[in-house]
């Protein structure tokens, strides 16, 4: 496609530049000769003033195919200039955002891949690349339901939506999102083209789990927190503690069912003395 449109462009180019001549060139030989005429009528001087003519006319245009030719040129590598910074300015977006770039020639079967589209599947920019290739990087698991959904899309040329996992040739696993979408040939009855973007969603897939981990976690948590709520009802004697039925419970046998904790009896050092002053 670039070389088509660099052709294109030069083609207009060099028509240009020989209409201007020849434009120039037959306005020059019509008046120059007229002026002439106008000078004089002896054949010597005329052939003498027509050969001044002929080289201050090949000077002329010499000087006038430099300029329009420099100016020519000028433009054009000003305008490849900033596709190229355009073109690196997307690359850098791209990786930035692991977004890559794809487009599916349908008829020939040939796959372009963007820089970031090679990174994000494990390989080199550059590599040989194939629709076949782009398959086996696909998940077992996932890998039938994604290529019925692929030929439905280029059969019936509708726009997809797709969230698959890949194996990286070193074995990682990661999480793509895809969005892709047809066009058509100029007869619009064959899909000419597939043109998508690829994204790396592998983090916010991790991430989304952890929270859900987290969540199940917390709701754990909860479920098996039970609190004491209220005022406790407690005897200034024996200190039990009289529940919502009104009957009264040891200390520990209340908390025991009301929070799930675990009571260890033990002699605190106030007691032991009191109770036990042999020991």
């Known amino acids: 496609m670039k070389i088509l449109q660099k052709f294109t462009c030069a083609k207009n180019i060099a028509l240009r530049i020989a209409l201007t001549y020849a434009v120039i060139s037959l306005g020059w030989i019509f008046f ?5 005429l106008l000078l004089t009528h002896d ?10 003519k002929g080289w201050f006319f090949v000077l002329c245009t010499a000087l006038l195919l430099f300029v329009i030719i420099q100016k020519e040129v000028c433009k054009q590598l000003l305008i490849e200039t900033l596709l190229r910074k355009n073109e690196n300015r997307l690359k850098e977006t791209e990786r930035i955002a692991h977004l890559g770039s794809w487009e599916l020639k349908v008829p020939e079967n040939k796959l372009w891949w963007s820089d970031e589209t090679y990174r994000i599947f494990g390989f080199k920019p550059g590599d040989k690349t194939s629709f076949e290739k782009f398959m086996q990087s696909i998940h077992p698991e996932d890998k039938q339901n994604i290529s019925t959904l692929i030929q439905q899309a280029l059969k019936q040329g509708t726009p997809l939506t797709l969230d698959y996992r890949i194996i990286l040739p070193n074995g990682d696993i990661r999480y793509l999102h895809e969005e892709s979408q047809s066009f058509y040939d100029n007869s619009l009855a064959e899909v000419e083209k597939r043109i998508g973007s690829v994204q790396d969603i592998t983090e916010q897939i991790e991430m989304n789990e952890e929270r859900k981990s987290l969540i199940k976690k917390l709701e754990k948590s909860l479920d098996e927190i039970k609190t004491l709520k209220g005022i406790l009802p407690l005897c200034s004697y024996c200190k039990k503690i009289r529940d919502d039925n009104g009957h009264w419970e040891q200390v520990d046998v209340y908390i025991y069912k009301h929070s799930q904790a675990d009571i260890s009896h033990s002699i605190c050092p106030d007691c032991m003395k009191k109770n036990y ?3």
């Open 32 to 36: 120059s000769d007229q002026l002439l």
């Open 43 to 52: 054949p010597h001087e005329l052939t003498k003033l027509q050969d001044i």
């Open 277 to 279: 002053p042999e020991f």
